[in-house]
């Protein structure tokens, strides 16, 4: 059964948003149901835009599976460039453990 979790997204300038969202949605689609502007998803979650780029915070990076090699590729197409962390969070389903996630969004997704 879905429960709410408390995710954290950090602007690159430092603006923090602070979200209740829903488990087994993805990041992606809690932050644009949110409206958060930093995550653009142009391609509603289908692998193909790279304008969903989230750097995840060190201490919770090891609680998402690997990224597949779709994303890792789609990582190389960032329009700002990939970094220790970086993931597409259309990939990233939220589910109890992440209660707490911090996120930062990248300087510009195009
Ligand atoms: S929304 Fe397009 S790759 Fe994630």
Same mark, same amino acid.
Not at 6 to 15: K, Q, V
Not at 17 to 36: E, K, N, P, W, Y
Not at 52 to 69: K, L, N, Q
């Given at each position: 059964?879905? #429960?709410?979790? %408390? ?6 300038? +430092?603006? !923090?948003?602070?979200? =209740?969202?829903? %488990?087994? !949605? %993805?990041?992606?689609?809690? #932050? ?11 391609? +509603? +979650? ?18 998402? @599976?690997?990224?597949? +090699?779709?994303? !890792? ?8 460039? #990939?970094?220790?962390?970086? !993931?597409?969070?259309? =990939?990233? %389903? ?11 969004? @990248?300087?510009? =997704?195009?």
């Amino acid at each position: 059964m879905p #429960a709410d979790i %408390t995710i954290h997204l950090i602007e690159a300038g +430092g603006r !923090r948003h602070t979200l =209740q969202a829903a %488990t087994g !949605r %993805t990041l992606m689609q809690a #932050a644009v149901d949110a409206g958060i502007d930093g995550v653009a998803a142009d391609c +509603g +979650g289908s692998l193909v835009c790279a304008t969903c780029h989230v750097i995840v915070d060190e201490a919770w990076r090891g609680r998402f @599976p690997a990224p597949s +090699g779709d994303e !890792r590729a789609m990582l190389e197409m960032t329009a700002t460039p #990939a970094e220790p962390g970086s !993931r597409l969070s259309c =990939q990233l %389903t939220l589910d109890a453990a992440l209660d707490g996630l911090e996120v930062r969004l @990248p300087a510009t =997704q195009y």
